[in-house]
Structure formats: C-alpha cells, structure tokens
C-alpha cells in the first residue's frame, strides 16, 4: 500500500510537471502574437478616433489617473487627442472606450474597445445609432446624461445602465483632458501674453 501511494503521488506530480511545463510553453508561444493584436487593435482605435495626423501618437501616449492619452499633432499643431477610458459601472461591470477628442474638447468620435454587457441590449453600445450622437459635441454646453436624468443622451432602448455606464465614461476621458491638456496650454497661452506685453511696456 505504501509503495503504491508513492507511485501515485509520483505519477501525479509528473503530470502536474508536465502539464505545468506545456501551459508556459504555450504561454511563450502565444505572448508575442497576443502582444501584436492588442498594439495594432490600440493603434487602429487611435486613428479610428482622430482626425488627420502625421506624429506617433503611440510613442507619445501619457498615463494619468489610469486613463491613457495619445496627443495627436499635424504640422507641429495640436488636432486632437485619443483617450482610454473605462467605466465600472456598467450592467456587466467594466468597460473600455476610445475617445477622441478636438483642441477645445469637442468630441470627434468614440470607439467601444472591450464589453461584456447582454446582448440585444447593452451591447447596441456599438451601434452608430448610438455612438454617433456623441460626434461634434462638446461637453461645456452638451448634457452628457440620458435623457431620463435631464441630459441630452438618447438611451439605448431597455439599457439605460449601459447608456450611463458610456456617458461616465466619456465624462471621466473629458475631464482630465480638459484638466490636463487644455486649460494647461490656456494658461501658458495666457501667461506667454502677459509677459509679452509687460515687456512691452518696459520698451
């Protein structure tokens, strides 16, 4: 009896070994291709959601507050921004979304990345019948809640979770970028006047 136990315990940490070294195997084979789908669908998405541009704005891209930025120049000039973003509060939990915004803030598109929410319902995330209400508008005067709670948004039908789920996280990609990237360069802008014309006076 003992000896067979031994052979048993044996037998099954051998398979264990094995299975263990096939699963890393795989895993080495699959990283690399894994790594390369995920680059190009981001790199797809950026350019998905701005206009015309000529930098690399993978290269360049920022992290802040757990959002992702890609600023995105043509000519040395700022023509917009992409930003990943999430949202935790989704009829499934988290989901991610690509946003693409102008100088000032107008939103010029935005792309579902990853959700799980139910099919036939949440999931019309992905239909341009909804996302394309987001193109062009611009925060400052746009209500960015559905229509239900007093804003703008035409909820999807049978999935006003979802729908706010998107507007939260349109709203948390909006706001950083306004903290972050355009009242930053209004400032400067502001500031660069100011000194200007101060040395003006002393001419």
């Not at 979304?97 to 139910?118: A, N, Y």
Request: aromatic share 8%.
């Amino acid at each position: 009896m003992e000896s067979t136990l031994k052979n048993m315990i044996l037998s099954l940490s051998l398979i264990s070994m094995a299975m263990a070294a096939g699963l890393g195997y795989v895993y080495v084979l699959t990283k690399g291709p894994i790594e390369e789908a995920d680059k190009a669908k981001e790199v797809s998405a950026v350019t998905e959601v701005l206009p015309h541009f000529d930098n690399d704005p993978i290269k360049q891209k920022k992290e802040i507050e757990g959002l992702t930025f890609y600023p995105a120049t043509n000519g040395g000039q700022l023509v917009g921004c992409a930003v990943k973003t999430y949202t935790t509060k989704g009829f499934s939990g988290r989901f991610d979304l690509m946003v693409g915004f102008k100088p000032d803030g107008t939103i010029h598109k935005v792309v579902v990345l990853e959700q799980k929410e139910t099919p036939g319902l949440g999931a019309k995330m992905n239909d341009p019948k909804f996302r394309d209400q987001f193109m062009g508008k611009n925060l400052a005067t746009y209500k960015l809640k559905v229509k239900k709670d007093g804003g703008d948004v035409d909820a999807i039908s049978a999935a006003t979770i979802s729908s706010r789920a998107f507007c939260d996280g349109i709203q948390k990609a909006y706001d950083l970028y306004m903290k972050n990237f355009v009242k930053s360069n209004s400032m400067a802008s502001v500031k660069a006047d100011s000194t200007a014309g101060k040395g003006g006076k002393h001419e």
